[in-house]
């Protein structure tokens, strides 16, 4: 005999029991008025439910769900800074040489945080200062990691961090920038520039301190992080594989970066 | 998907009792299970998965609304969901009798319910949305009908145990 739990009870209302555990509930059901109130419990919580939650099987979706699964992007929350930096950077633009100079990731620091990544092109008044110059360039394809190098009258001092190859099997280089403001005051920004065929080096990012009081154009987000984390994360996303030794970086600033 | 969204919307109701909540958690899961798609295994039950996420973001967002010490309203107009059986008071009392037993009713309590009572899930599929053993699913689910049928005819008449009643 079957024990005539309540687990049983219900399973047998559910269709669940195999064949002989349903005829020996059948037949405790036919035989005792206790089993039959107690299977009340059972039988009529399906159709209960049922005719309380049904409604929506009977009436059209409405528009604003069938949107979301035809435009999935419609209704989603705006993209993280660092996966929109993410994507740009896995852009056709960040791979050949041709879009080397189309377009660069600038971001503002402003605060303890970053606001406001803008993709914008070199034609828009930026850098401010000769990030791109051929004094710049030539820092860079000169100085070793650590060493600082100094542009504009000592105003701009730059200084290379690490050396390394992108995904492309460019040659990059991560650097600090002190300014040097007409009173004196120093600002520090970080950036990452890559080296052309021809033996140019292009600022690709660049992570700014924003002046103070001023709010930058087009702020839409805050990013909680430190500029030199921020800047690691740039770095780890467009390494294709760890930093160059100093001996390596050496070896090559001797033979013109010649692979 | 598509296909499956009248049923999400019913389970959404079953666990909001509320028709724009459900809806808003409807889109919401779909949003995430857009996002997270790849996460989905071909050749498993998409309508497990979906349940899933819908519960998830369900109970979630009741924690975070609790967390900032905003008070969950259960309230429904039942207007909205009676059309139905105007004509017969009595079906329409007990109607509102059991949606106020299942909104006193857990979130767990309801997901259960909701899957198998109301979409009809056998205790195997509900053992899998759920990831848990069917022994659980049925105790589960066997605690869930005795509290609703408890909350919906008003009394205490049942001694509700968990024994049988003759082995």
Avoid at chain 1, 18 to 47: L, W, Y
Avoid at chain 1, 182 to 192: F, R, V, W
Avoid at chain 2, 19 to 38: G, K
Avoid at chain 2, 120 to 141: F, H, N, W
């Amino acid at each position: 005999m079957t024990k005539l739990t309540d687990e049983i009870l219900m399973a047998y209302v559910d269709g669940e029991l195999d064949e002989k555990e349903t005829n020996d509930v059948r037949k405790a059901i036919e035989a005792d008025p206790k089993v039959q109130k107690r299977i009340e419990i059972f039988t009529g919580s399906a159709a209960m439910l049922q005719g309380v939650y049904d409604a929506p099987l009977h009436e059209a979706v409405p528009k604003r769900i069938l949107k979301t699964l035809e435009n999935p992007e419609s209704g989603k929350p705006p993209r993280k800074l660092f996966n929109r930096i993410a994507d740009f950077l896995r852009m056709p633009g960040w791979q050949p040489a041709y879009a080397l100079m189309a377009s660069f990731v600038l971001l503002i620091g402003i605060g303890a945080g970053y606001l406001a990544s803008e993709i914008i092109s070199p034609n828009k008044a930026f850098p401010p200062v000769a990030l791109n110059s051929e004094k710049f360039s030539w820092g860079l394809e000169t100085t070793a990691s650590g060493q600082t190098f100094n542009i504009a009258d000592r105003a701009l001092q730059v200084t290379p961090v690490s050396t390394f190859l992108d995904k492309s099997q460019r040659y990059c280089r991560q650097y600090e920038q002190v300014i040097i403001g007409q009173n004196g005051e120093k600002s520090l920004s970080h950036g990452i520039a890559c080296r052309d065929a021809s033996g140019n080096w292009h600022t690709m990012i660049y992570i700014a301190p924003h002046p103070a009081g001023k709010s930058p154009a087009n702020s839409t987000e805050y990013i909680p992080a430190g500029e030199e984390d921020l800047i690691d994360t740039m770095v780890s996303r467009i390494m294709a594989s760890p930093p160059l030794a100093i001996e390596q970086e050496t070896k090559l600033i001797n033979q013109a970066w010649e692979k | 998907m598509v296909a499956l969204l009248p049923r999400l919307r019913r389970y959404a109701y079953t666990l909001t009792s509320s028709r724009e909540d459900a809806d808003d958690l409807v889109q919401a899961a779909c949003e995430r299970a857009l996002s997270r798609r790849h996460q989905w295994q071909t050749g498993t039950r998409l309508d497990s998965w979906m349940f899933r996420i819908i519960y998830t973001i369900r109970v979630d967002g009741i924690r975070s609304l609790q967390s900032r010490g905003v008070h969950v309203s259960m309230e429904e107009d039942f207007r909205q969901t009676n059309d139905g059986c105007k004509e017969d008071l009595e079906a329409k009392l007990m109607l509102q009798r059991v949606l106020q037993a299942m909104k006193q009713l857990s979130d767990s309590n309801r997901q259960i319910l909701a899957l198998v009572c109301i979409d009809g899930l056998s205790y195997k599929d509900t053992a899998e949305t759920l990831q848990v053993p069917m022994g659980t699913v049925m105790s589960r689910l066997a605690r869930a009908r005795r509290k609703l049928y408890e909350l919906a005819h008003g009394s205490n008449e049942l001694k509700l145990s968990t024994q049988g009643v003759m082995t």
